[in-house]
C-alpha cells in the first residue's frame, strides 16, 4: 500500500487499518466503500458508520487479519486506483 495513493493514520494494537483517500476520490465513504468493493473485489468499511452523527472525514477501514496472499492481492488492486 505504501505505493498507493491512500494515507495511513496511526494504529496500534489493532486488526485494523484506517485509511484516508481524499488524493483518489471526493466521494462519500459510504460510496467510496461500494465502489472499492464492485469495481475492486475490496471490501472495506466507511468510518461514518460508527458515528452517531454520520461525520464523513474520507476514512475507510480495512481489516487484515487475513492471509498474506489475500492481503497482497488486495493492495496490487488498490495501488492502481
Request: glycine fraction near 6%.
Given at each position: 500500500?505504501?505505493?498507493s495513493r491512500f494515507t495511513p493514520l496511526a494504529s496500534k494494537g489493532s486488526y485494523f487499518q484506517l485509511m484516508k483517500y481524499d488524493r483518489i476520490s471526493?466521494?462519500?465513504d459510504k460510496d467510496f466503500a461500494?465502489?472499492?468493493?464492485k469495481e475492486f473485489g475490496v471490501a472495506v468499511i466507511p468510518v461514518s458508520a460508527f458515528y452517531q452523527n454520520g461525520k464523513d472525514d474520507h476514512v475507510i477501514r480495512?481489516?487484515?487479519a487475513k492471509k498474506q496472499a489475500t492481503l497482497e492481492q488486495a493492495?496490487?488492486?488498490?495501488v492502481h486506483i
Open positions: 500500500m505504501k505505493e471526493a466521494e462519500g461500494v465502489r472499492l468493493t480495512f481489516c487484515f493492495a496490487a488492486k488498490l
